[in-house]
């Protein structure tokens, strides 16, 4: 398994959403990647943010972690290659791919 197996989702708000897109195209060179943004009136992936119909406050984050899974489980074409999803917020700064002694399979 390689880090290519791994989603790498960045958890935003509307207000940072171009700012983390902008941001987070730099940082993650070829790692696979999607920035999960909540407040839409549609459910929709577009590139590599999806939109979300959830709430997008801080108090509505477990509801948008849980919607990323259900599309995530919807759409099983478009995601059955990871194997791990790694759920980060719009702020923090990947140096290095997720290893696999972090998570006990080396």
Do not use: A
């Amino acid at each position: 398994i390689s880090s290519m197996n791994t989603l790498y989702c960045f958890f935003t708000h509307k207000k940072h959403l171009t700012q983390t897109q902008e941001r987070v195209v730099k940082m993650m060179n070829n790692l696979p990647y999607l920035i999960v943004v909540g407040g839409f009136p549609h459910t929709q992936q577009i590139d590599k943010t999806l939109y979300l119909t959830c709430d997008d406050t801080y108090p509505g984050l477990p509801e948008k972690v849980l919607s990323l899974f259900h599309y995530i489980y919807d759409n099983p074409t478009k995601f059955d290659e990871y194997h791990y999803i790694v759920k980060l917020d719009e702020d923090m700064i990947l140096k290095k791919p997720l290893v696999l002694y972090l998570l006990g399979k080396e």
